[in-house]
């Protein structure tokens, strides 16, 4: 299956992850949700959020976007940009720093936009209502810390088997385990998230958090 | 042709108006922000200065520091009263300052400078 996170490299292209009917394999801190897209379309690049005014060599507070939250069901692919001269760090949700090292948590400004003109290296994921938030720091007085994201939109839903392939692939895993009879939904559901966990059916894994932020302990 | 990964972000100072002449006088007309994530560093792109210096040509010296500590980043220009004086990026030596830039006029017989430059700030 094609598409996988952080894909444009050398372009100024930015491909959605998943196409229509294509398997979605979400991480959202200690989750796994596994979903089926049935709807995508773009967001041309807009003001997800404007931090207001700061002034010189302030850090701002940490302000959740609600903006780029989605709908139940929905998960957002952004890719985005400080317009105003200010470094600015991502957290995903606001207590997991996102893009984080161990000495040091990486900040993007306005000049990712010459340094990586595609932006795949901001890229992240929202899950439903799980909103990112950002962290300004101003080094000169700024009288706007605006913030531009662009992306996808995916609508998806659970994860049933759709094509001729999947429901083979769920037919035969019933088979393996010996279960007989009409398969429910529910158990079709279930065993193909089995399939796609152990990787016979093909997904897309996507993150949609920090990794763990303060819920993984790292040495 | 430049590369984009070694490119700053183009950024104004306000407008400074030098009314004392002197290196003890010297003057902020770029701060060098220290509030960045790494080390920042600004190298002067543009001057646009406007004499108030009634019937006089002055030298601006431009530079960092103020009174024994000033050092000049770039050679004084001249001021001409009642004429704008503006040097673009091809006509000035692209040096980098690590600190903030000052200015100040070398002497000034009446009136005063107004002082704006354009820096391209680069940060580590």
């Known amino acids: 299956m094609e598409g996988y996170p952080f894909k444009s490299i050398n372009s100024l292209d930015m491909e959605p992850v998943a196409s229509m009917y294509h398997n979605i394999t979400i991480h959202y801190i200690r989750q796994t949700i596994y979903r089926k897209v049935i709807f995508t379309e773009p967001i041309a690049p807009f003001q997800c959020i404007d931090l207001g005014a700061l002034g010189v060599g302030a850090t701002g507070a940490l302000t959740n976007i609600p903006n780029l939250e989605m709908y139940d069901g929905e998960l957002g692919q952004w890719r985005w940009y400080p317009l105003d001269n200010a470094q600015v760090r991502l957290y995903l949700p606001s207590t997991g720093s996102k893009q984080d090292l161990k000495n040091i948590q990486p900040p993007i400004d306005p000049t990712i936009v010459s340094t990586n003109p595609s932006l795949n290296m901001t890229e992240f994921f929202v899950w439903q209502d799980n909103r990112p938030a950002v962290q300004a720091i101003a080094g000169l007085a700024l009288n706007a810390v605006r913030i531009i994201a662009k992306g996808y939109r995916f609508m998806t839903l659970a994860l049933y088997p759709h094509t001729w392939e999947e429901k083979q692939m769920v037919k035969r895993l019933a088979s393996e385990k010996g279960m007989t009879g009409k398969l429910t939904l529910s158990q079709e559901k279930d065993l193909m998230e089995e399939l796609v966990a152990e990787r016979r059916v093909a997904s897309v894994d996507v993150w949609a958090s920090a990794l763990g932020g303060s819920s993984v302990t790292r040495a | 042709m430049t590369n984009a990964l070694l490119e700053g972000r183009r950024v104004p100072g306000p407008v400074v108006n030098l009314a004392l002449a002197a290196a003890a006088n010297a003057t902020a007309i770029y701060t060098r922000p220290t509030a960045y994530v ?26 960092t520091g103020v009174a024994g500590a000033f050092a000049n980043l770039i050679p004084p220009v001249r001021v001409m009263d009642n004429l704008d004086g503006e040097w673009q990026e091809v006509e000035l030596p692209a040096v980098e300052a690590f600190a903030t830039i000052t200015a100040f006029p ?19």
């Open chain 2, 38 to 63: 790494g080390t920042t560093s600004a190298i002067l792109r543009k001057i646009l200065v406007r004499a108030n210096a009634v019937g006089a040509a002055v030298w601006l010296q431009i530079g």
């Open chain 2, 106 to 124: 070398t002497t000034l017989p009446a009136g005063s400078l107004d002082v704006q430059i354009e820096v391209e700030e680069r940060r580590g």
